[in-house]
C-alpha cells in the first residue's frame, strides 16, 4: 500500500513538471517591425538643398478695381411749435420734430434745385441744408400750432468691390442696380450706370523682383520678395495670354496664388550679367581659352566656385565628426575635395598672371601710341616748314 502511494505522488510530480513547462523566444537578434520605422538617434537627417531662382514678376487679376462712386443722403424733418397764450399774456412754447419719408426722386430734385420747399438751402462743402423754427407770437387764451418742413442733403463717397454684386452703404446692403435704398426715413440715392457689368480686363496689381523657392512638393513653389516684403504661394496652372490681351493664339506659362483664386502671376528669369558660364550648374569650373570669353567674369565665377567647395569641405567635416567614427572612404572624399581646391587655387593664379600680362601689354601699347603720335607731331612741323620756305 504505502508503495502504492508512493508510486502515485511520483506520477503527480511528473505531470506538474511538464505543466510548468514553457517555449521561450530567441531575443538575441530581434528586429522592429511596424508602420513606422525609426532611425538611429545618432545618425543626422539628410538635408535637402531647396533651389532658388531670382525672377521679374508681375501680379495681374481680371477683378475689376474698387469702384468709387457718390451717393446723397436725403432727410427731411417737420419742425413744430405749440404755442399757448395765458389769462395774463404768458407764452407756453411745447415744440415738438416729425422725421418725414423721402422718395428717390424728391432726395434727386432737392439735390440738383438746392431747394427745401421752393426755400434755397446752404451749402457747406458737402452738405446743403435748411433748418428754420417756424415763428408765431400766438393768441391770448389760444393754444396756436405753428410747423415748417426742413431738409438736408449730404454727398458722400461709395464704393463696390465686386461689380455687379451689393456693396455696403451707410444705410446697409444695397442693391447695385436700384439706385436708391430707404431706410429710419433716410434716403440714398447714386448713379445705376456706375454699377454696369464690364467685360474682363487684366489690371496689374504688384510687381518687383523675388526668387521662388522649391518647397518640395510637385508643381508647388513659394516666391519671396525681400524689398517689398511680400511672399506668395504659387503653383502651376495653365497658360494664359500676356495682358492686356484677353484672347490669343500664343499663350505664355502663368502661376495662380494658393489661397487667392482671382490673381496669377506671369515671372521672367533674371540673367546675371557678366556670366561666362550657366547659371545653377554645380561642375567644376573650366578655364576658357577663348580670348572672346570675359575674363573677369570667368575669374569671378572660379573664386565663387573655390568658397563653394570650401563650404562643402567644412560641412562634410562636420557630418564625419557628427558620426561616431570617419571611415577610409570619407578620408578619401575628402582629400579628392582639397586636391581639387588645390588644383581651383592653380588655375586662379595662372588667371591672375594672365591677366597680369595683359595690363602689361596694354601699358606696352600706350607707350608706343604716345610715341608715335610725337613722331607723326614732328613730322607735320617738317612739312609746315618746308611749305613756307617754298
Known amino acids: 500500500m504505502f508503495v502504492l502511494h508512493m508510486l502515485l505522488l511520483l506520477g503527480l510530480y511528473a505531470l506538474g513538471l511538464n505543466a510548468l513547462e514553457v517555449k ?4 538575441e537578434q530581434a528586429s522592429q517591425k511596424g508602420i513606422l520605422q525609426f532611425s538611429d538617434e545618432n545618425c543626422q537627417p539628410e538635408k535637402k538643398e531647396k533651389r532658388t531662382n531670382a525672377v521679374n514678376y508681375s501680379v495681374y487679376t481680371e477683378k475689376r478695381e474698387e469702384l468709387k462712386f457718390p451717393g446723397y443722403i436725403c432727410a427731411r424733418w417737420k419742425q413744430i411749435k405749440h404755442i399757448t397764450t395765458s389769462f395774463f399774456g404768458q407764452k407756453v412754447v411745447v415744440p415738438d420734430k416729425i422725421a418725414l419719408e423721402t422718395s428717390p426722386f424728391e432726395c434727386l430734385t432737392m439735390y440738383e434745385s438746392r431747394r427745401c420747399n421752393e426755400q434755397p438751402m446752404t451749402i457747406n462743402d458737402n452738405k446743403f441744408f435748411y433748418d428754420q423754427e417756424p415763428v408765431e407770437d400766438g393768441w391770448w387764451l389760444e393754444t396756436v400750432t405753428v410747423e415748417t418742413i426742413n431738409c438736408a442733403v449730404e454727398k458722400i463717397q461709395l464704393y463696390q468691390e465686386t461689380e455687379g454684386e451689393s456693396f455696403s452703404t451707410p444705410l446697409g446692403i444695397a442693391q447695385a442696380t436700384a439706385g436708391s435704398i430707404s431706410h429710419n426715413h433716410l434716403t440714398l440715392i447714386w448713379d445705376k450706370t456706375f454699377a454696369v457689368k464690364s467685360e ?21 513653389f513659394r516666391m519671396h520678395d525681400e ?46 550679367k557678366n556670366s561666362s558660364l550657366e547659371e545653377g550648374s554645380r561642375k567644376r569650373p573650366v578655364l576658357k581659352e577663348d580670348a572672346s570669353i570675359d575674363v573677369v567674369a570667368n575669374f569671378q565665377y572660379l573664386r565663387d566656385q573655390l568658397l563653394d567647395n570650401e563650404n562643402d569641405l567644412t560641412r562634410e567635416i562636420e557630418n564625419l565628426h557628427f558620426q561616431q567614427g ?16 588645390a588644383d581651383l587655387r592653380e588655375k586662379i593664379k595662372v588667371l591672375e598672371e594672365r591677366d597680369k600680362k595683359n595690363i602689361e601689354d596694354l601699358n606696352e601699347l600706350r607707350e608706343e601710341n604716345v610715341t608715335l603720335r610725337q613722331q607723326m607731331k614732328i613730322q607735320s612741323e617738317c612739312e609746315k616748314q618746308r611749305r613756307r620756305m617754298i
Not at 326 to 341: A, C, G, K, P, W
Open 227 to 272: 524689398e517689398k516684403e511680400l511672399e506668395f504661394h504659387i503653383q502651376i496652372t495653365n497658360k494664359r495670354c500676356l495682358p492686356p490681351l484677353t484672347t490669343c493664339d500664343v499663350k505664355a506659362d502663368a502661376f495662380d496664388v494658393i489661397g487667392q483664386p482671382k490673381l496669377y502671376i506671369f515671372t521672367t528669369p533674371i540673367i546675371p
Open 24 to 27: 521561450v523566444c530567441d531575443c
Open 200 to 220: 474682363p480686363k487684366a489690371r496689374l496689381v504688384e510687381s518687383g523682383v523675388a526668387i521662388i523657392i522649391t518647397t518640395g512638393t510637385s508643381n508647388k
Open 326 to 341: 570617419v571611415t577610409s572612404q570619407d578620408e578619401f572624399n575628402i582629400q579628392v575635395l582639397r586636391e581639387e581646391n
